[in-house]
């Protein structure tokens, strides 16, 4: 399923290196406290995009390990450091008037969104669904759509696609996430 687009990734210059055993898998989502969704674990189980500005998953040394958990963990911590600059979604409801009752329910939510996984450089997939995960690219509190999903975000990242030609009509949305979008 993914050969096509990793052979197409490799004219871009990515680099692979052999694919993550299903041992391999239960062991980093084991380390970083994750579950990949099916369709990333699929796709790392092909071959594993070892590029500058990829993540190496199959290296588990104690500064990977610590380099890769401060990534999982960098979207939030972004987001709670500026709570008071989040907007408020229609979605959540009627906005409180109370500066301090807002920021608990941002912070909820927050704690309450879908996991993300660093994919490269600054853009993360969701966890939230097996398939179908929209891609986000997070920089600070900046956050935007990079793809409707796994594949899509590849061809838009890699200059298959351009960004415009993004159909959000398709993109599922996640918790949170897409709330401040």
Known sequence: MYTELIEKLKTRGVIFANGLTTEEVKNIESVYNVKFSEELRK???CELPVSEGFYDWRDLSKN???KIKSVLATPALDFERDINDI???DSWGEEPDEMEERNMIIM???EDASILIPLYKHRYISTQFDKGNPVFSIYDTDIIYYGENLIEYFHVEFKFKN???IDYAKI???NFWSDII
Do not use: C, L, P
Request: charged share 30%; aromatic share 16%; net charge positive.
């Open 43 to 45: 796709f790392y189980m």
């Open 64 to 66: 990977n390990i610590e």
């Open 87 to 89: 907007e408020w979604s």
């Open 108 to 110: 909820r939510r927050i």
């Open 163 to 165: 960004h415009s030609a």
């Open 172 to 174: 599922k949305g996640v």
